[in-house]
């Protein structure tokens, strides 16, 4: 029987769902800032430096899967906005 290689690693799963709550934990704790220039600066670190790290974990540990999983997390980046987590009548 036939199986992909990105169905028989658990984590292929499990790893964009972690990365998903990680980058909405800190935008969540951006949202907290009042400096919009900081808030910004904060936001795009924060987001690139969770980006390598989890494709940095992926390319040690899901060889396998290592596109699969960067198309992930290229997908979570550009869908998931950090003015979801700021108030409304904070950005006003």
Known sequence: MFIVGSLQN???????????????????FGSKINDHGIHAAYNWSIKWALFVFFLYFTATFMQNAFISAMLFFILINTVLNPMMFVKKEAST
């Open 10 to 28: 658990s984590m292929f799963f499990i790893l964009p769902v972690i990365y998903l709550a990680s980058i909405s934990v800190a935008y969540y």
